[in-house]
């Protein structure tokens, strides 16, 4: 019997217009539409009357849900997976759903649509060449700092996602941790108050009357030089490289061309830490 797709349709990250017609039909024809919040995607399929039922697909039933649905696509019908705003599967669920199917050889068809990644980014003015998409940063403090400081020394452009509620405080440990970078606020993207406000992290911090603190942003920070890699964040790195396996020549290999620090000050520091474990 023939088995049904899972798709993964994006929706309007602000205005309801970024949406691809593509992505509506599919909405249209499929048996079910898996949703984060059946809520917000109700104003959305009402707006373009579509009138597939829902079914709610969250963090906390993703595991029961995902046998579900994994039923209905065994029995040959369509299932679509939305989230709130954007690219489903980009931080927030379904990749658990995303995982069983492609193991069950359960055909996936990913929609190409709306994301407020790329806009922040390509509006920051940073490089786009290459850049670094680290999502919502952990909750955990020691976690975070963890992040943060293996990020310290990489020479792409960051780009994280975070919550009104956590946003200055956030920007604050960006400050700490990576130094006054230059950095871009973009703040309700498509929506009627998308704003962007760009400078150094102390400059946006601390702005008198500068940033309103409401609704989602993403930020995006300007990538380190090679001056800017602190020995903490080469250590790290090294660490990290030492600890998958590398042999030391090879991890000082791969940190200069991740940080493009000079390869005698990592060499440095590759030694400083041997003589560390020799003390141990």
């Known amino acids: 019997m023939k088995t049904g797709t899972l798709w993964l349709a994006p929706t309007p990250v602000g205005n309801l217009g970024d949406i691809t017609q593509r992505a509506i039909e ?19 399929l009402r707006h373009y009357s579509i009138d597939t039922p829902m079914l709610s697909y969250h963090k906390f039933n993703e595991r029961s849900r995902a046998e579900q649905l994994l039923e209905r696509l065994r029995n040959g019908e369509d299932v679509a997976v939305v989230s709130d705003a954007g690219s ?47 999502g919502f940063a952990p909750a ?7 992040l943060l400081l293996r990020l310290a020394a990489m020479p792409d452009t960051l780009v ?11 920007l604050a440990e960006l400050l700490e941790h990576l ?22 992290l102390s400059e946006l911090l601390f702005a008198e009357g500068g940033v309103v603190w409401k609704g989602e942003f993403v930020v995006v920070i300007k990538g380190a030089t090679p001056a800017e890699a602190s020995d903490d964040a080469l250590d790290a790195l090294l660490r990290e490289r030492l600890a998958a396996g590398d042999s030391r020549s090879d991890a000082v290999k791969a940190v200069c061309r991740q940080t493009g620090a000079p390869r ?10 041997k003589e560390q474990e020799r003390r141990l």
């Open 26 to 44: 599919t909405l249209r024809s499929v048996a079910v539409i898996a949703c984060e919040d059946t809520r917000t995607t109700a104003v959305l």
């Open 179 to 200: 130094g006054d970078r230059r950095a871009c606020l973009a703040r309700e993207i498509s929506k009627h108050f998308e704003s962007f406000h760009r400078g150094k």
């Open 160 to 170: 994280f996602y975070e919550a009104p509620h956590r946003i200055r405080a956030f």
């Open 264 to 273: 005698n000050r990592v060499y440095e520091r590759a030694l400083s830490l």
């Open 88 to 134: 489903p599967g980009i931080s927030d669920p379904s990749g658990i759903l995303v995982r069983l199917a492609i193991q069950e050889g359960l055909p996936v068809s990913p929609l190409p649509g709306a994301t407020a990644l790329v806009p922040a980014l390509t509006a920051s003015g940073f490089d786009t060449a290459r850049f670094y998409f680290a």
């Open 140 to 146: 955990k403090v020691s976690e975070r700092e963890a």
